[in-house]
């Protein structure tokens, strides 16, 4: 890469736009998730939708925090750290949610999940879910994101609702009737595969942006070692300290869960 590119680079990372753009994707997201897709299209939240609805919050936050003073080697220090932190919560979340997803979805008669909680444990034992339940506390199965639209909604429903969750009362019909895909009539990018897309493309931008700002400064090496040990430290000491054990699901499909020893 260019030096000259790396310097365009510095000089956009320095301005509030990619960090307006970093806002809005990460707020999108979450805002479509949670008022289209759980609201108006019944699909409901499992315990892994609501971390990763955590970590884009978590990346918003960086954004904004940068937004305050793009020139600032202070603000971007924080930019960076959440904006790393929540793109490195997210990695994990998608990743796990997309296996539970292959084994909810597997043909094998002995696969099985357990462990998907109804009460969530966040980084640093925050209680989003009593704080704001209907964004952060989980109301689905982790894996199943297929709508269920209450009975009460059957008589309710607009000709949008029906051409995606279908007519009432089997559901069938409907755009989204197997659950959540990029392109549903192939199976194709479910929710997890397309939002760790959304984080890699994110850590793309965000690495470059990094990069730049790094190799432009003069105290690069102690800035670039501040944010390591900021992302780590949050890392850390962000693990809840909840009693947990690690859970595996039969010979042929281990998966790592988290469960409270109550």
């Known amino acids: 890469m260019s030096c000259n590119l790396l310097e365009k680079i510095y000089k956009w990372q320095d301005t509030r736009i990619p960090w307006a753009i970093m806002l809005f994707v990460t707020l999108g997201l979450t805002f479509i998730a949670h008022f289209l897709f ?32 793009p020139k600032s080697d202070i603000t971007k220090i924080f930019g960076y750290t959440f904006g790393f932190y929540g793109i490195w919560l997210g990695f994990e979340h998608c990743l796990l ?40 506390l989980p109301t689905g199965e982790c894996g199943m994101d297929t709508p269920v639209v209450p009975e009460s909604a059957y008589a309710n429903l607009d000709f949008i609702q029906k051409f995606f969750v279908g007519n009432p009362p089997n559901f069938e019909d409907g755009f989204y009737s197997n659950g959540w895909y990029l392109i549903p009539k192939w199976q194709f990018l479910n929710m997890a595969i397309c939002c760790l897309i959304a984080f890699i493309c994110c850590l793309l931008i965000l690495f470059l942006m ?33 009693p947990v054990e690690l859970v595996s699901i039969n010979e042929n499909c281990k998966i790592s869960l988290f469960l409270n020893n109550a």
Not at 107 to 135: K, M, Q
Not at 229 to 242: Q, Y
């Open 210 to 242: 990094f990069i730049s700002f790094v190799l432009n400064k003069k105290r690069a090496r102690v800035l670039a070692v501040i944010i390591f040990i900021f992302i780590v430290t949050l890392k850390i000491t962000g693990k809840p300290r909840t």
């Open 38 to 69: 759980q609201e108006y299209l019944f699909m409901e939240p499992c315990e892994q939708c609501v971390y990763i609805r955590f970590d884009m919050f978590v990346m918003a936050l960086g954004a904004i925090i940068v937004l305050i003073n």
């Open 97 to 136: 949610l997309n296996h539970i997803h292959e084994v909810v979805h597997s043909e094998n008669p002995f696969a099985g999940v357990d462990g998907c909680r109804e009460t969530p444990i966040y980084p640093f034992n925050l209680p989003l879910h009593e704080w704001f339940p209907s964004w952060f």
